[in-house]
């Protein structure tokens, strides 16, 4: 097996789904645990960690049509935000150089 942690994942992801979608935990602490996830995956992207980045990226993005429907009180496009943070914050850790840019229109 590639990942031995994959079966660990399966097992969260369906104890999540369960969890989510009986309304277990009430919307407010689910929405402040789906914060604390996505400030979790900016560290994590601070530190240039992007394996586990992508690990945990899939409950981000499954957790926002939760979010979008009973946490009301979220910045609509809270995950879209973060996607441009991460992707500001990788872009300026790495070194951009025209030849190894693919994209001119990034080049200043």
Known sequence: ????GIIRNYIIAVLLGVVVGFKIIPPIAFASIYIAIMIYYIILILQKNIYKSFTILPYIIFGEIFVRG????LPYLSVQY???I????LLF?????KSTLHLKSVSF
């Not at 009973?70 to 009180?73: D, M």
């Not at 991460?86 to 914050?89: C, E, L, N, V």
């Open 86 to 89: 991460a992707f500001t914050i």
């Open 82 to 84: 973060m996607y441009i």
């Open 93 to 97: 850790q790495s070194k951009l150089t």
């Open 1 to 4: 097996m590639q990942n031995p």
């Open 70 to 73: 009973h946490a009301r009180f």
